[in-house]
């Protein structure tokens, strides 16, 4: 397994861009593959993120979009919303702004966390709990001396986490594809200045998890969005844009039978301090000290086919976060033992108010499906 390139990866990108506004990151450099001069010659510069649309996928299905392609470039670890997402909105990779998954046990709060909705998976928020103080990382939108929008669901629009993350930028909202493209234009028609607007399409990776990135449901869906992208480029024609379209991670399926469930392993389970954090595909192990070696020598003796797995803090310290000095919460944030699922398998926990698992596609990995972005 290959860690993700933060010199080609989503910080780059945002980099870049934020180097054409003006504001330069001392951490992350430039992407390579879209140079910063050429962002700079354009006076509205769109960022159209169409989460779960990965490299591999759109190079396998599409059809009219391949004269467009500039490349591939990798996600962040875990390959995941959560900490691409985050990735994005503030320039950093997980290792500063310490959002490491979709589950979080977070110290702050002494609750296993959803960041994103900000909820709990288990345990109550405090009342006075903040999700701009759970983020290590600003906003990249309040560096720029530009103007800037974020174009997002009507649902989104107004959460906790879009506006921690938001910074100063306007916060647009839409219902449904034809909305969002009559947003974006209606946002870069009003502009006399110089301006970034960072758009945001959540449809194929809620169908791609609930259907499978196979399915016909999802290319039926991919179908529409490389017709409506192919439209919005015409109607941008002209107007001195410069679209750029993305992703925050790809996707693989995996089948039931690949479900790795740790109720199943009641010996493994009672080593547990929290439940599972971080994804299906990198979980998250918080041990209880006194029983490491108990809960590493199981997995050595009954999972070694079906996992890999880390010293958490080794990975801090190889990288696979990202670069420079880790955020202080980022070691807390990722257990004891990190967990990497084999093939297209999975590992999760079930606690008692959780339906079974039903989802059928799955990212979080390292593999180049569920890593590599356009």
């Given at each position: 397994?290959?860690?993700?390139d933060y010199d080609h990866s989503l910080?780059?990108?945002?980099?870049?861009?934020?180097?054409?506004?003006?504001?330069?990151?001392?951490?992350?450099?430039?992407?390579?593959?879209?140079?910063?001069?050429?962002?700079?010659?354009?006076?509205?510069?769109?960022?159209?993120?169409?989460?779960?649309?990965?490299?591999?996928?759109?190079?396998?299905?599409?059809?009219?979009?391949?004269?467009?392609?500039?490349?591939?470039?990798?996600?962040?670890?875990?390959?995941?919303?959560?900490?691409?997402?985050?990735?994005?909105?503030?320039?950093?990779?997980?290792?500063?702004?310490?959002?490491?998954?979709?589950?979080?046990?977070?110290?702050?709060?002494?609750?296993?966390?959803?960041?994103?909705?900000?909820?709990?998976?288990?345990?109550?928020?405090?009342?006075?709990?903040?999700?701009?103080?759970?983020?290590?990382?600003?906003?990249?939108?309040?560096?720029?001396?530009?103007?800037?929008?974020?174009?997002?669901?009507?649902?989104?629009?107004?959460?906790?986490?879009?506006?921690?993350?938001?910074?100063?930028?306007?916060?647009?909202?839409?219902?449904?594809?034809?909305?969002?493209?009559?947003?974006?234009?209606?946002?870069?028609?009003?502009?006399?200045?110089?301006?970034?607007?960072?758009?945001?399409?959540?449809?194929?990776?809620?169908?791609?998890?609930?259907?499978?990135?196979?399915?016909?449901?999802?290319?039926?869906?991919?179908?529409?969005?490389?017709?409506?992208?192919?439209?919005?480029?015409?109607?941008?024609?002209?107007?001195?844009?410069?679209?750029?379209?993305?992703?925050?991670?790809?996707?693989?399926?995996?089948?039931?039978?690949?479900?790795?469930?740790?109720?199943?392993?009641?010996?493994?389970?009672?080593?547990?301090?929290?439940?599972?954090c971080g994804e299906p595909r990198a979980?998250?192990?918080?041990?209880?000290?006194?029983?490491?070696?108990?809960?590493?020598?199981?997995?050595?003796?009954?999972?070694?086919?079906?996992?890999?797995?880390?010293?958490?803090?080794?990975?801090?310290?190889?990288?696979?976060?990202?670069?420079?000095?880790?955020?202080?919460?980022l070691a807390a944030r990722i257990g004891?033992?990190?967990?990497?699922?084999?093939?297209?398998?999975?590992?999760?926990?079930?606690?008692?108010?959780?339906?079974?698992?039903?989802?059928?596609?799955?990212?979080?990995?390292?593999?180049?499906?569920?890593?590599?972005?356009?």
């Open positions: 397994m290959i860690k993700p910080v780059n990108l945002i980099s870049a861009i934020e180097s054409s506004f003006g504001s330069h990151n001392t951490i992350y450099s430039a992407l390579p593959e879209l140079p910063v001069a050429e962002i700079a010659a354009a006076r509205n510069v769109v960022l159209w993120l169409l989460d779960g649309l990965g490299y591999h996928y759109l190079k396998q299905h599409s059809t009219r979009l391949q004269g467009y392609l500039r490349g591939s470039m990798d996600s962040v670890f875990p390959s995941s919303t959560a900490p691409a997402i985050t990735s994005l909105m503030t320039g950093c990779a997980p290792q500063q702004h310490a959002v490491t998954g979709w589950f979080m046990q977070l110290d702050e709060v002494d609750a296993v966390t959803m960041l994103l909705p900000f909820k709990a998976r288990a345990g109550t928020l405090p009342q006075d709990a903040a999700v701009a103080n759970l983020i290590g990382a600003a906003p990249m939108f309040s560096r720029l001396d530009y103007a800037s929008h974020i174009v997002i669901t009507e649902a989104l629009c107004d959460s906790e986490y879009s506006r921690a993350t938001g910074g100063t930028a306007w916060r647009h909202g839409y219902r449904g594809l034809e909305a969002c493209l009559d947003c974006l234009q209606q946002v870069v028609g009003k502009g006399h200045e110089r301006q970034f607007i960072y758009a945001y399409w959540p449809a194929f990776d809620a169908l791609a998890h609930r259907y499978g990135v196979a399915s016909p449901e999802v290319r039926a869906h991919f179908d529409e969005l490389e017709q409506a992208i192919v439209e919005l480029i015409e109607q941008l024609r002209g107007s001195d844009t410069l679209l750029v379209i993305s992703a925050d991670h790809g996707f693989i399926d995996c089948p039931p039978e690949h479900v790795l469930l740790l109720n199943d392993h009641p010996e493994l389970q009672a080593c547990l301090r929290h439940p599972l979980a998250y192990a918080y041990v209880q000290p006194q029983r490491l070696r108990l809960f590493t020598d199981y997995l050595e003796a009954e999972l070694r086919a079906e996992l890999s797995w880390y010293p958490a803090a080794e990975l801090i310290d190889a990288g696979w976060f990202g670069k420079g000095r880790p955020d202080p919460r004891d033992i990190v967990l990497l699922p084999k093939d297209n398998r999975i590992v999760i926990d079930r606690l008692e108010n959780e339906p079974p698992w039903s989802l059928i596609g799955v990212h979080g990995g390292l593999s180049e499906a569920e890593k590599k972005v356009p």
